[in-house]
């Protein structure tokens, strides 16, 4: 069954258009419960074709959608974006390897290292975990079979790699980082990189390239502020129904009318540091 039948209400999504289903049989996508790789809380995220997608949830105070003919009583907008799942998988591997006085941990098989208890949703990831994990582990081959242990060194590799684009990639996202010194953008990029990463790794990548958080600069303020979607669309509905029938006792207050409408690009706009 693909993931959108036996949704009761409609929901608007923006994701990045399929690609080839070849050798993946995800071809209708299928949402997933994982754990946040830095909180470790539950999120949910999309698998389709291969690609593993993080979703956010996107919500203005009054707001509905026109989609042709059709009304979309909710105004929310949810936004699956492509994330490396790597970052996903770290947290997995890291406990798998049991480490215990300092050694480097056990060599595990991808199939017992993604039986997470109470997340099956990592069982659908078997066939992208192993070419993602060669990045950042070490490999034995044993027979047929194949073993893998997270190497520090090799995750430090990575995570260099990773700010590095990004220290590369902002200046060409907005005007205001070409306003900014290098060091400014190198520290954003590990802030941004560390939304993703415990504060282990966090504080190891930034010994190793002798940065100091604590000097980010002011960060811009967002009109609108993306939340991680910690259950399914169709479970975010149920929720907000149970919520609203739950105040329906409550004398309800007269809403202000909204006469000022925006464009669906002003909500994804970067505001400047200036607040214009």
């Known amino acids: 069954m693909s993931w959108w039948e036996g949704n009761e209400e409609t929901r608007l999504l923006i994701a990045p258009e399929s690609g080839s289903s070849t050798g993946t049989g995800n071809v209708d996508g299928v949402m997933l419960s994982l754990k946040h790789p830095k909180s470790g809380n539950k999120a949910c995220y999309f698998l389709n074709n291969g690609s593993l997608q993080e979703l956010n949830w996107f919500k203005q105070s009054y707001g509905s959608w026109f989609l042709g003919d059709y009304v979309c009583q909710d105004g929310g907008l949810y936004i699956a974006t492509a994330i490396d799942p790597v970052f996903l998988f770290l947290p997995i591997f890291d406990e798998a390897r049991l480490k215990k006085n300092g050694d480097q941990g056990m060599f595990r098989s991808v199939d017992e290292i993604l039986f997470v208890d109470n997340y099956p949703g990592y069982r659908h990831l078997l066939s992208i975990a192993e070419d993602c994990m060669q ?60 939304e993703y990463l415990n504060e282990e790794r966090v504080k190891l990548l930034c010994n190793h390239l002798k940065l100091d958080l604590r000097q980010a600069p002011e960060p811009s303020s967002h009109e609108f502020v993306p939340h991680f979607v910690e259950t399914a669309p169709a479970d975010q509905a149920k929720n907000n129904s149970n919520k609203k029938t739950s105040n329906s006792g409550k004398q309800a207050k007269k809403m202000k009318a909204e006469t000022n409408s925006q464009n669906i690009k002003d909500m994804f706009r970067r505001v400047t540091r200036s607040g214009k």
């Open 135 to 194: 990045i950042v582990c070490e490999m034995k081959e044993v027979g047929s079979s194949k073993f893998f242990r997270l190497n520090d060194s090799k995750v430090l590799a990575w995570m260099c790699h990773k700010v590095y684009q990004l220290k590369t990639t902002l200046p060409t996202l907005d005007k205001n980082y070409g306003a900014q010194s290098e060091k400014d953008t190198l520290i954003e990029a590990v802030a941004l990189l560390g």
